[in-house]
């Protein structure tokens, strides 16, 4: 399965970037980081309905998305629109992405920035706060209940919000031990890439109605986010619809108007 892959990928990567700079530097990096004056997201969805707009160069399931890539342009883009967070990935041997683009973005933005990665060690979250993210992802799949915890309460010791990312019900029950404030439901499936947006909103009846829940992946037209705020989810994030969009300003216009 592709998270096999791109677990075994990571851990190599992290095991040669901590021959580099190691933990005990970036945790003193840590403490000389600036806080941050970001807003937050979880914050915000109290009030709308939100939107994650994603900075992906590539992805297993599509290739190359991206070929021309002027990722602080399209954080510009993002920004100018008015979207509640931009992710940035930062995988990099099968997303195409870099540490370096969310560095760059989150100086560059005002919004808050998730760190959208694999996260299967503590150095990564380090690296994220470090690297100007204000949120990271924690993939409930490729974590064991202990990680789950232990990662989520470091990020939040950070002060990092987290997403929690689930794709069925057994994810759900392990992912709401943590009482996590934020999930994410991937209506993808990657063991297969099928893509069903119904998916998140089904999981949504399984989640307590006070935790935040946003329909990750495959949503392609702006009814959609209509349809998702019917059936009670939070927000949405969304990836290739808006890279390949002529006009991502237009774009999220659009999908904003849809679900005022
Ligand atoms: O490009 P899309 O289909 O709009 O999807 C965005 C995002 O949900 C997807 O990139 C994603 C969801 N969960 C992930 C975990 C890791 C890497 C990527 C992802």
Redesign the pocket.
């Known amino acids: 399965m592709i998270l096999d892959d791109l677990v075994a990928a990571t851990t190599a990567r992290i095991q040669r970037e901590k021959k580099l700079i190691s933990l005990a530097t970036l945790q003193q990096q840590v403490a000389e980081v600036h806080p941050v004056n970001k807003p937050s997201f979880i914050a915000s969805l109290d009030d709308h309905f939100g939107i994650i707009a994603?900075v992906?160069k590539a992805?297993p399931s599509k290739g190359l998305i991206a070929k021309d890539f002027p990722f602080l342009g399209i954080a510009r883009e993002y920004t100018k629109a008015g979207v509640d967070a931009i992710s940035v990935?930062t995988?990099p041997d099968y997303?195409k992405g870099d540490l370096e683009f969310m560095h760059e973005i989150a100086q560059v933005t005002s919004k808050a920035v998730l760190r959208?990665d694999?996260v299967i060690d503590p150095y990564m979250i380090y690296q994220a706060k470090i690297h100007g993210a204000s949120l990271v992802?924690l993939?409930v799949a490729i974590l064991s209940d202990q990680q789950l915890h232990d990662y989520y309460q470091l990020a939040t010791e950070l002060g990092l919000e987290v997403l929690v990312?689930c794709h069925d019900e057994s994810e759900i029950k392990r992912a709401l031990a943590v009482q996590p404030k934020l999930i994410?439901v991937?209506n993808?499936d990657l063991r297969d890439f099928t893509?069903d947006i119904h998916h998140s909103e089904q999981l949504r009846e399984k989640i307590p109605t006070h935790i935040k829940v946003l329909a990750?992946?495959?949503?392609t037209q702006a009814a959609q986010l209509k349809e998702l705020k019917q059936h009670g989810l939070n927000g949405v994030?969304?990836?290739?619809?808006f890279m390949r969009a002529p006009d991502r300003q237009a774009i999220i216009q659009q999908y904003k108007e849809a679900v005022l």
């Open positions: 994603e992906k992805s990935l995988e997303f959208k694999f992802l993939i990312e994410g991937n993808r893509v990750e992946s495959g949503i994030l969304i990836g290739e619809t």
